[in-house]
C-alpha cells in the first residue's frame, strides 16, 4: 500500500515481471493445441493474466519517457476447456474490482499530500510582482523586439572565435529541446537587463555558456588550464557581444528619442490653435509650488514626494543634476560653495531642450551655449538676491523647469553640500543651517533622498552618509548614488572596496539602490554628450565591470535616472490621496471658524479686499473732475493769498507807504512786484496747486471713509496709496512757465477799467488790513496782557514783564500822537527819551525791549491809517481816472491791491484749468500705478491688510486652491494609469 501511495507499486510490479519472465521464457508462436500440455498452458494462462494487470497498473509509475520498457503482446489463447478459461477470467476480474478501492484511494491520498507541498512551495517563493512596473509592456517590447530583429538581420558573426565555432551545434541543440535555451549572463537579470533578455529569446538567439570539451589525451598542456583558458575566451567573447547589443539598444533609444520629438512637434502644430495642456509633472510641480509656502495654524505639513538631493560639498551633486536634465545648467565653480539655496528643478519631455523660471515667461534654449551661459548667471544672480545680508545660505526655493526629448519626468530638489568647517567670508550659523536645511527636506516621509557620495575619496570621511542613516534608517527611500568612479578606479588599491560600497557593505546605511557614475574628466567646458561618451568608455573597459564586480543596472546615469523616476512616480502613486484627504479636513476646519467668526461677511483674501480698496480710491480719484470751477478758484485764491500776504505787507507795501511822494511810491511797487514776478511767484503758486490738489483729494477721501457702507480695513490702503501718490506727483514744467507769463503782465498793468473793480479793490483792501488789524490787536494783547475789564471779569493779573510793556506802550502812543506821519523806526533820541520817561516810573529796560514794543504798535497805527484812507477812496474813481492831482485823496493804495486782487483771480483760474485739464489726469495715472506697485509687493500688501479676518481669508483660498490642484493632478494620474 505504501509503495502504490508513493508512486511506486508500479516499478515494483514490473521488476517481479522481468524477474519470473528470467525464470520461465514464454514464446507465444511454441504454444501446443493438445491436450498433453495443459497443466503448462494453465500455468501461462496465470502468468500471461498477471502480465496483463502489470502492465495496466504500470501507468501509475513515473518512468521516464524516454525509457523504452518492452511491452510483451496480448495473445488470446483458444483453449478446448471453456470451463478453465472462465474461471481465469472470473478470478482477474475479481482481483481488478478489489485493486480498484486501493487505486482510488491512493490517487485520492497522492493528490492531497501533493497540493499541501505545493502550496509549501509555493509560500516560500518570493513575491516578484513588484518587477511588474520596472519592466516594459507588450508593446515596448514587441517594439524592441522588432527593431532588434532588424539589427540581427545584418548581424555577422565574427570570423573566429568560440561563437562561431559552436553556432551550429547551438542551433542543434535549440532544434532538440522542447524548452530552448535561456539567455543567462550575470547582471543581466536584473533592472534593464531583464528587458536585453527578453528582447533576445524573442529575436530568435539563444546563447549559452556551455564549457568545451574535454581535451584530447594527446595534449601536451594542463587539461584543467585548457579548460580555464577556454572559459576566459569565452567569457571575453560574451562580454564583447553584450556590449555589441548594448550599443545597439543605445542607438535605438536615441533613434526612439527623435521620433517622439517629432511627434511631440508634429502635435505642438496642430494644436497652435487650442488650449494648451498642461503635462502631468507640470501640475504636480504647480502643486508642490503651492505647497512650498503654505503655512497654517492647523500645521497641515508637505508630504508629497520629491527627489532630494543631498551629499557633501564638491562631491558632484549638481553634476549628476545635470547628467539627469542633460544640459549644464547650474553655477560652475571649484572648490567653493555655489549652491546657496533650494533649487527646485522639474524634468519634463518635451520637443525642445528649452528652461523657463516659474516667475518668468523667458525660455531659454538649452542647445545653444550662450543661452546656457544666461541661465547660469541668472540662477546665479537669484541665489546672490536671495541670501540676506549676513547670511551664507538661504531658504528661499528657486523653482525651475527643464523640459527636452528623452528626458525622465520628476521633481528634484539641489541643496546647499554639507560642510564640515566654517571658512572666513561666511556666517558663522552656516554649518548649522545647511544642517537643518537638510533635516527640513529630508524629515517629509516621502521624500527620495538621493544620497551623492564622493568615490575619490575616503568613505571614512563621508558626512552626509551618517546624516541619511539617521533619518531613513530602514533606507525604503534613499538611493545611493558613487561618484567619480574613474578616479576612484585609477587611486583604489583594493578594487574590492568599491563592490563593497555598491553592494551596500561598507556604508551603515541601507538603500533601495546603489549606482556608480561618472560625471566627466573635470573639465567645466565638456558637454554633456562629451561626459555620457566619456562614461559609456569608462565602464566598457573598467576592470571592475569585466570582472563582474559592477552590475550593469548600477551603471550610468541613465540608468540612475530610470530607476529614480521609476521610484518617484510609484512615491506619488502612494500618497497623493491621503494628502488631497489632508487638505480636505483642513478646508472643513477653516470653513467652520470663519461662519463661527464672520458670518455676514465674504470670504475675501488678501488681493479681493486690495481689489475693493482700489475701485473705491479710483473713485475718489474720478470725483475731483466733478468739483466745480468756482470751488477750486476760491480754495487756490484763499490759500495763494494766505501763502503772499505776508511778503506782500512786508516787502511790498509797507516799504512803499513810506515813501516822499506817489512817483516814490510807484516807482517802489513796480520794482518790487517785478522782481517777485520773476522769481518767486510762479514757483509759490505752483506750490500753492499742489498744495490745494492734494487737500482737495484728502477731503473727497475723508467724505468717503464716512459712508455706511464703507469698510474700515481699507483705511491703511487709502491712506498709504493717497501719501504716496502725492509724493510722486509734480507739476509741469510747461505749465509752471505759462502761468509766470501771466503774472508778469499782470502784475504790470495799472489801470482799473471800470467803478465796479475799483469798489472791489476798495472791498479788497479793508478786508485785508481788518484782518491783520485783528492779528496786530492780538499780538499787543499777548505782550501787555489782560485789560482792567479782564482783570475783573476773568480773574487775570498782568506779569512783571507785561506789565514793562503796558508802561512802555504809554510812552510810545504819545510819540506816534505827536507824529501822525511817524517812520517805522524809532530815532535812538526816541528810545533815549523812552527810556529816561520809564526809569522815572521805576521801569528799567533796553533798546531791545522798547524795539520789540514799537513794531505791533506802530504796526497798528499804520494800517488804521491805511483803512482811513480805503474809506476816503470809496469814492476816489472819478479822481482816479483824472490822473490824482493834489486836491484830491492819493489812492495808489487802492491800486496796488488791485493788481494784487487781479493776480490773484487770473493765477487762481489758469491754476484751475491746469489742475482740471492735465493735473487730475496725471494723478489718477499716477494713483494707479501705485496700486500696481502694491499690488505686486506682497510684503506691502501684508502691511496694510492685516487681522484674523485677512489670515482666515487667505488661508481658505490657498487651501482649496491646493485641493483643486491636488483634485485635477489625480484625476489626470489616474486617467493616464
Known amino acids: 500500500m505504501n509503495r502504490l501511495v508513493n508512486g511506486k507499486f508500479g516499478p515494483c510490479c514490473s521488476q517481479v515481471l522481468k ?114 512596473e520596472y519592466m516594459p509592456d507588450s508593446e515596448g517590447l514587441r517594439g524592441a523586439v522588432s527593431g532588434f530583429q532588424k539589427f540581427i538581420s545584418h548581424f555577422n558573426l565574427p570570423e573566429k572565435g568560440w561563437l562561431k565555432r559552436n553556432v551550429n551545434s547551438i542551433k542543434g541543440f535549440v532544434a532538440d529541446s522542447s524548452q530552448g535555451l535561456s539567455f543567462q549572463s550575470q547582471g543581466l537579470n536584473e533592472g534593464r537587463g531583464s528587458f536585453l533578455t527578453g528582447a533576445v529569446k524573442e529575436s530568435g538567439i539563444h546563447i549559452t555558456m556551455k564549457a568545451p570539451e574535454g581535451s584530447s589525451s594527446s595534449s601536451s598542456k594542463d587539461p584543467k ?83 532630494v538631493v543631498v551629499g557633501d560639498q564638491s562631491a558632484g551633486k549638481t553634476s549628476v543634476l545635470e547628467m539627469v536634465a542633460q544640459a549644464r545648467i547650474f553655477p560652475r565653480g571649484s572648490g567653493e560653495m555655489m549652491t546657496r539655496s533650494p533649487v527646485k528643478v522639474t524634468l519634463s519631455e518635451g520637443p525642445q531642450h528649452v528652461a523657463q523660471f516659474k516667475d518668468s515667461d523667458r525660455q531659454f534654449d538649452l542647445t545653444q551655449e550662450k543661452e546656457l551661459v544666461s541661465l547660469r548667471q541668472e540662477i546665479e544672480l537669484r541665489m546672490k538676491n536671495s541670501v540676506k545680508d549676513g547670511q551664507t545660505v538661504s531658504s528661499d526655493v528657486i523653482s525651475l523647469s527643464v523640459r527636452g526629448p528623452g528626458i525622465q519626468r520628476m521633481v528634484l530638489v539641489d541643496l546647499p553640500g554639507i560642510i564640515s568647517t566654517v571658512t572666513s567670508g561666511m556666517a558663522a550659523d552656516t554649518k548649522e543651517s545647511i544642517h537643518d536645511m537638510l533635516t527640513h527636506y529630508m524629515s517629509n516621509p516621502n521624500a527620495i533622498i538621493l544620497c551623492i557620495q564622493d568615490g575619490a575619496i575616503d568613505a571614512e570621511r563621508s558626512i552626509v552618509t551618517e546624516l541619511v542613516s539617521d533619518i531613513d534608517k530602514e533606507g525604503k527611500r534613499t538611493i545611493f548614488v558613487l561618484t567619480k568612479v574613474d578616479l576612484a578606479e585609477k587611486a583604489s588599491t583594493n578594487p574590492n572596496r568599491i563592490k563593497q560600497i555598491l553592494d551596500g557593505k561598507l556604508f551603515p546605511m541601507k538603500a533601495l539602490g546603489y549606482f556608480a557614475v561618472v560625471t566627466g574628466k573635470g573639465n567645466l567646458n565638456d558637454s554633456i554628450d562629451d561626459i555620457r561618451k566619456y562614461e559609456q568608455e569608462f565602464f566598457r573597459g573598467s576592470e571592475l565591470f569585466r570582472s563582474g564586480s559592477l552590475k550593469p543596472s548600477q551603471l550610468t546615469t541613465q540608468n540612475l535616472s530610470f530607476a529614480v523616476s521609476d521610484i518617484f512616480w510609484q512615491m506619488v502613486r502612494g500618497s497623493i490621496e491621503q494628502q488631497a484627504d489632508t487638505y480636505k479636513a483642513s478646508r472643513f476646519n477653516l470653513e467652520t471658524e470663519w461662519k463661527n467668526n464672520f458670518p455676514r461677511l465674504r470670504e475675501l483674501d488678501r488681493d479681493e479686499l486690495f481689489d475693493k480698496a482700489r475701485g473705491e480710491l479710483l473713485d475718489v480719484t474720478m470725483a475731483l473732475g466733478e468739483i466745480t470751477p468756482k470751488h477750486w478758484e476760491d480754495a487756490i485764491s484763499k490759500l495763494l493769498w494766505k501763502r503772499v500776504s505776508n511778503h506782500v505787507f512786508k516787502n511790498i507795501y509797507l516799504p512803499a507807504a513810506h515813501s516822499e511822494d506817489a512817483g516814490a511810491f510807484n516807482t517802489r511797487v513796480d ?183 514799537w513794531n505791533p504798535i506802530y504796526r497798528k497805527h499804520f494800517l488804521q491809517r491805511s483803512l482811513n484812507l480805503a474809506q476816503e477812496c470809496r469814492k476816489g474813481f472819478f479822481h482816479y481816472q483824472r490822473g490824482f492831482n493834489e486836491t484830491g485823496p492819493q489812492c495808489h493804495d487802492i491800486v496796488l491791491f488791485w493788481r494784487i486782487q487781479r493776480m490773484l483771480h487770473l493765477t487762481s483760474n489758469a491754476l484751475r484749468q491746469q489742475i482740471v485739464n492735465t493735473e487730475v489726469r496725471r494723478l489718477e495715472k499716477e494713483v494707479k500705478e501705485v496700486l500696481d506697485d502694491f499690488m505686486e509687493d506682497e510684503k506691502k500688501k501684508k502691511k496694510l491688510l492685516y487681522g484674523r479676518r485677512v489670515e482666515l481669508a487667505e488661508e481658505l483660498k490657498r487651501v482649496r486652491r491646493i485641493q483643486e490642484k491636488l483634485e485635477d493632478f489625480i484625476a489626470a494620474l489616474n486617467k493616464e494609469k
Not at 580555464?228 to 526612439?256: G, M, S, V
Request: neutral net charge; contains cysteine; hydrophobic residues 30%.
Open 19 to 132: 524477474h519470473r519472465r528470467s525464470l520461465v521464457r514464454y514464446h507465444p508462436e511454441q504454444i501446443c493445441h493438445t491436450a498433453r500440455q495443459s497443466s503448462i498452458l494453465k500455468h501461462t494462462m496465470h502468468e500471461r493474466t498477471l502480465q496483463i494487470l502489470v502492465l495496466r497498473y504500470s501507468t501509475l509509475t513515473r518512468i521516464n519517457k524516454f525509457d523504452a520498457t518492452p511491452r510483451p503482446k496480448i495473445v488470446y489463447i483458444r483453449t478446448q476447456n471453456p470451463r478453465m478459461v472462465a474461471g481465469v477470467a472470473v478470478r482477474a476480474v475479481s482481483r481488478l474490482l478489489k485493486l480498484r478501492y486501493l487505486v482510488l484511494g491512493g490517487a485520492v491520498a497522492g493528490g492531497t499530500t501533493l497540493k499541501v507541498k505545493y502550496e509549501a512551495w509555493k509560500e516560500k517563493f518570493p513575491d516578484l510582482s513588484w518587477m511588474d
Open 225 to 307: 588550464r585548457e579548460e580555464w583558458d577556454r572559459l576566459e575566451q569565452q567569457k571575453e567573447e560574451f562580454l564583447e557581444a553584450q556590449l555589441r547589443y548594448q550599443r545597439e539598444i543605445e542607438r535605438l533609444e536615441r533613434e526612439n528619442r527623435q521620433l517622439k520629438k517629432a511627434l511631440l512637434l508634429k502635435g505642438d502644430r496642430s494644436s497652435f490653435s487650442r488650449r494648451e495642456k498642461k503635462s502631468l509633472i507640470d501640475m504636480y510641480s504647480e502643486v508642490l509650488d503651492e505647497l512650498s509656502g503654505y503655512d497654517n495654524s492647523y500645521n497641515t505639513q508637505d508630504h508629497l514626494p520629491r527627489v
Open 671 to 853: 520794482i518790487e512786484l517785478r522782481n517777485w514776478a520773476e522769481q518767486q511767484l510762479s514757483k509759490l503758486s505752483v506750490e500753492v496747486g499742489l498744495q490745494t490738489l492734494q487737500n482737495e483729494f484728502g477731503t473727497l477721501v475723508e467724505q468717503d471713509s464716512k459712508k455706511n457702507d464703507h469698510d474700515v480695513i481699507y483705511d491703511d490702503v487709502i491712506s498709504c496709496v493717497q501719501t504716496e501718490s502725492l509724493s510722486r506727483h509734480s507739476w509741469l514744467p510747461s505749465n509752471k512757465e505759462n502761468l509766470r507769463v501771466i503774472q508778469f503782465n499782470t502784475l504790470e498793468d495799472r489801470s482799473v477799467h471800470d467803478k465796479q473793480q475799483w469798489d472791489a479793490a476798495v472791498q479788497f483792501m479793508e478786508g485785508i488790513l481788518q484782518e491783520k488789524m485783528k492779528e496786530v490787536d492780538k499780538n499787543i494783547n499777548e505782550l501787555t496782557g489782560p485789560s482792567t475789564t479782564e482783570k475783573w471779569v476773568y480773574w487775570k493779573s498782568q506779569s512783571q514783564e507785561q506789565n514793562d510793556r503796558c508802561k512802555t506802550k504809554e510812552e510810545l502812543d504819545k510819540i506816534i500822537q505827536s507824529d501822525v506821519k511817524h517812520k517805522d523806526t524809532l530815532t535812538p533820541d526816541e528810545v533815549t527819551t523812552v527810556r529816561r520817561n520809564l526809569f522815572m516810573k521805576n521801569v528799567e529796560v533796553d533798546d531791545k525791549f522798547v524795539q520789540e514794543t
